[in-house]
T-cell receptor, first 114, second 112 residues
């Protein structure tokens, strides 16, 4: 199993550009989430999904869109990149429910907006 | 706002010593989880403790949970240089675990 795969690993955008961060998991996990990690801030939840066709906002959703058309994929779209979105982005997944045993994380996408 | 708050923010110990990190949280939880992050890497799940459990072990890791004090601790025994990493506690905010909220982490340095 590959686990959670994030692409790209690094990206530089100009202010105002849009892009999609890809996330795919091959573990048939129901729950998937996107986090951003900034120095001194820990991880903050952007959007999450409890299954195909279902998404919801997390703590810091502004400027980001998500969709979940399949169980495997959970892309994160930046609509109009801003310097404040410079961060490391992590995608994570889990089975969820009362038997949840923790999230599996991807290796991250380091995004710089200039 | 952050749900969990780790303490201390940074910890430096010698190899072989024990390392204790604490986590306090604000609201009722379904479970609490601890993760490790090596520099520049993704997070790795270490252990999950449910709200009806008080203590859990996994290898050299020992986690305790006190729901009356809304706090948890992670003990790493006989630390090794390879344990150098940041450690995060995470709590769920709803009945399930679809909304996991992280603290800011404790940066542990184990000196050889």
């Amino acid at each position: 199993n590959a686990g959670v795969t994030q692409t790209p690993k690094f990206q530089v955008l100009k202010t105002g550009q849009s892009m999609t961060l890809q996330c795919a998991q091959d573990m048939n996990h129901e729950y998937m989430s996107w986090y951003r990690q900034d120095p001194g801030m820990g991880l903050r939840l952007i959007h999450y999904s409890v299954g195909a066709g279902i998404t919801d906002q997390g703590e810091v959703p502004n400027g980001y869109n998500v969709s979940r058309s399949t169980t495997e994929d959970f892309p994160l779209r930046l609509l109009s990149a801003a310097p404040s979105q410079t961060s490391v982005y992590f995608c994570a997944s889990t089975y969820g429910g009362p038997d949840n045993y923790g999230y599996t994380f991807g290796s991250g996408t380091r995004l710089t907006v200039v | 706002s952050q749900q969990g708050e780790e303490d201390p923010q940074a910890l430096s110990i010698q190899e072989g010593e024990n390392a204790t990190m604490n986590c306090s949280y604000k609201t009722s939880i379904n479970n609490l989880q601890w993760y490790r992050q090596n520099s520049g890497r993704g997070l790795v799940h270490l252990i999950l403790i449910r709200s009806n459990e008080r203590e859990k072990h996994s290898g050299r890791l020992r986690v305790t949970l006190d729901t009356s004090k809304k706090s948890s601790s992670l003990l790493i025994t006989a630390s090794r240089a390879a344990d150098t990493a940041s450690y995060f506690c995470a709590t769920d905010l709803s009945g399930g675990s679809e909304k996991l909220v992280f603290g800011k982490g404790t940066k542990l340095t184990v000196n050889p």
